[in-house]
């Protein structure tokens, strides 16, 4: 009688188990959504378009971007972690993902616990640009006029706790230079303005600036990237520039909702992998949005969230950056 209810018992406990694995077998088992937390238009937005088309062949499943857009991203991504793990959901987020658990400390879901790495696609540095007729022709060239005249010297960015506002804090701290910051709601107002020199400087992503560069309306000062871009190759990096180890990366991950079935993860991260080996897709990729891609896995992922949360929740912390500052 004992060993027929260890036996039961035992049965009982591979259940769950069993359940996860019929689940992920039969998936997927309906449409596909992949939440987008910005508006239509965005680089995250064509970042999940781009991939959409291949992955809906691949899994032969309708694959439907969703824009659920506001506050950095954070809205989309609470959306996705109370979302239900059956794998008809997932995330694809920006930078911000980082930014976003020092900056705003209320958020309605724990980023690390409620979403589960999936996949790394890539990164892309920041470029600092000026316009054609300011004075700055490197950033050894904006350093020299800081230090003759303290906080003169402008900047835009698209937004307070945006990677580029971040980057430029820690720059300035570095440098010993007081820059002045002026916030955008988006990078078009900020690229229009220093263009038309209403501010000295601009930062955003590559992909923002390098169009502007390539049609001479901006003069790029310095890139943030490891390695000089293709697009970019007259302009130092940060390091080349003088400031090693300063890199700042925009980035554009995959996550799924926690209890999400692990095959299906796996599935799903292979699937990327394979879309991402097209030809087309790589272009539109590297060249429409500047991007280096990494195609890293779920371990790579996370170890990567995890240090891009160190490093600016420090500067976020040490330089008293608050959202109504």
């Not at 036996?7 to 188990?17: K, R, W």
């Not at 239509?40 to 309708?62: E, H, I, K, W």
């Not at 490891?226 to 700042?248: N, Y």
């Given at each position: 009688m004992?060993?027929?209810?260890?036996?039961?018992?035992?049965g009982?406990?591979?259940?769950p188990f069993?359940?996860?694995?019929?689940r992920?077998?039969?998936?997927?088992?309906?449409?596909?959504?992949i939440?987008?937390?910005?508006?239509?238009?965005?680089?995250?937005?064509a970042?999940?378009?781009?991939?959409?088309?291949?992955?809906?062949?691949?899994l032969?499943?309708?694959?439907?971007?969703?824009?659920i857009g506001?506050?950095?991203?954070?809205?989309?991504?609470?959306?996705?972690a109370?979302?239900q793990p059956?794998?008809n959901?997932?995330?694809?987020?920006?930078?911000?993902?980082?930014?976003n658990?020092?900056?705003m400390?209320?958020?309605?879901?724990?980023?690390?616990?409620?979403?589960?790495?999936?996949?790394?696609?890539?990164?892309?540095?920041?470029?600092?640009?000026t316009?054609?007729?300011?004075?700055?022709?490197?950033f050894?060239?904006v350093?020299?006029?800081?230090?003759?005249?303290?906080?003169?010297?402008?900047y835009?960015?698209?937004?307070i706790?945006?990677?580029?506002?971040?980057?430029?804090?820690?720059?300035?701290?570095?440098?010993?230079?007081k820059l002045v910051?002026?916030?955008y709601?988006?990078?078009?107002p900020?690229?229009?303005?220093?263009?038309?020199?209403?501010?000295?400087?601009?930062?955003?992503?590559?992909?923002?600036?390098?169009?502007?560069?390539k049609?001479?309306?901006?003069?790029?000062?310095v890139?943030?990237?490891?390695?000089?871009?293709?697009?970019?190759s007259?302009?130092?990096?940060?390091?080349?520039?003088g400031f090693?180890?300063?890199?700042?990366?925009?980035?554009?991950?995959?996550?799924?909702?926690k209890?999400?079935?692990q095959?299906?993860?796996?599935?799903?991260?292979?699937?990327?992998?394979?879309?991402?080996?097209?030809?087309?897709?790589?272009?539109?990729?590297?060249?429409?949005?500047q991007?280096?891609?990494v195609?890293?896995?779920?371990?790579?992922?996370?170890?990567f969230?995890?240090?891009q949360?160190?490093?600016?929740?420090k500067i976020?912390?040490?330089?008293?950056?608050?959202?109504?500052?």
């Amino acid at each position: 009688m004992a060993l027929t209810r260890r036996i039961f018992v035992s049965g009982l406990s591979t259940l769950p188990f069993a359940s996860t694995l019929a689940r992920a077998a039969n998936w997927p088992s309906g449409p596909i959504r992949i939440i987008v937390p910005f508006p239509p238009g965005g680089s995250v937005d064509a970042v999940g378009r781009a991939l959409s088309p291949g992955l809906q062949g691949r899994l032969g499943a309708n694959v439907v971007i969703e824009n659920i857009g506001g506050a950095s991203g954070s809205i989309g991504a609470a959306t996705a972690a109370r979302a239900q793990p059956d794998g008809n959901t997932w995330l694809l987020v920006f930078d911000t993902h980082a930014i976003n658990p020092t900056l705003m400390p209320n958020l309605p879901f724990d980023t690390k616990a409620d979403l589960v790495p999936v996949y790394l696609i890539g990164t892309a540095p920041n470029l600092l640009a000026t316009s054609p007729s300011k004075p700055f022709k490197t950033f050894a060239d904006v350093i020299e006029a800081a230090k003759k005249a303290p906080d003169t010297i402008t900047y835009g960015s698209i937004g307070i706790g945006s990677l580029g506002h971040l980057t430029m804090v820690r720059l300035a701290n570095a440098a010993g230079v007081k820059l002045v910051h002026v916030p955008y709601k988006g990078g078009g107002p900020a690229v229009t303005d220093a263009i038309g020199g209403h501010i000295d400087l601009v930062v955003g992503s590559a992909a923002l600036g390098a169009p502007h560069v390539k049609a001479g309306k901006l003069h790029p000062v310095v890139q943030t990237g490891k390695s000089r871009l293709p697009a970019l190759s007259d302009t130092q990096t940060l390091a080349e520039a003088g400031f090693g180890g300063l890199e700042s990366h925009a980035w554009w991950g995959v996550f799924a909702p926690k209890g999400t079935p692990q095959p299906t993860v796996d599935r799903f991260a292979g699937e990327l992998r394979a879309v991402l080996g097209d030809e087309k897709v790589v272009s539109q990729l590297v060249d429409g949005q500047q991007m280096t891609l990494v195609n890293g896995g779920a371990d790579e992922l996370r170890t990567f969230l995890n240090d891009q949360i160190q490093i600016w929740g420090k500067i976020i912390k040490d330089n008293n950056i608050k959202l109504d500052s």
